[in-house]
């Protein structure tokens, strides 16, 4: 895909055109994301308290017990979201699903093993580690270029 940038001082409104010789997939998501006016933050609950979680601030997020929880360099938080929310939400943020019930923050990852068979090991840079499932291996994979 190319991208072409004009500045053209006259202009008041930024305007996006897309000239494509068909509607694909990535066209229709490529809209989809432009359109929406999305918050690049989350609220996370810790104690009957609402805090603002900035996605730098956040290690990963992860599903369990019927409840989301953020990681982050000042704690654990309860998030009010579904997991698909936050995904679509961090996703430009260069966050990436990694299992069913989970989501990690690639600026915050140290490095990745891939001396497991089938699977690979995250670790992060707070001293955490974290399991790629094997249905997203290939997708990490092609995120990360190998």
């Known amino acids: 895909m ?3 940038i004009k ?20 066209i229709n998501e490529l809209v989809k994301r432009i359109s929406e006016q999305t918050p690049l933050f989350l609220v996370g609950f810790k104690n009957s308290e609402a805090t603002i979680l900035h996605p730098d601030n956040i290690i ?21 979201l579904r997991l698909y929310e936050i995904e679509e939400r961090l996703y430009p943020l260069g966050f990436v699903r990694i299992s069913g019930s989970e989501i990690i923050n690639l600026k915050k990852v ?5 001396g497991f068979s089938g699977t690979i ?10 399991y790629v499932s094997r249905r997203y291996v290939a997708k990490i994979k092609r995120v990360l270029g190998i």
């Open 110 to 114: 140290k490095g990745f093993d891939l």
């Open 2 to 4: 190319q991208v072409e």
């Open 60 to 80: 990963h997020i992860y599903a369990a017990n019927q409840k989301v929880y953020a990681v982050t360099d000042g704690g654990n938080y309860t998030v009010r």
């Open 121 to 130: 090991c995250v670790n992060f840079q707070n001293g955490s580690t974290a």
């Open 7 to 26: 500045i053209d001082e006259k202009c008041t409104e930024p305007k996006i055109i897309i000239v494509t010789d068909r509607m694909t997939d990535e």
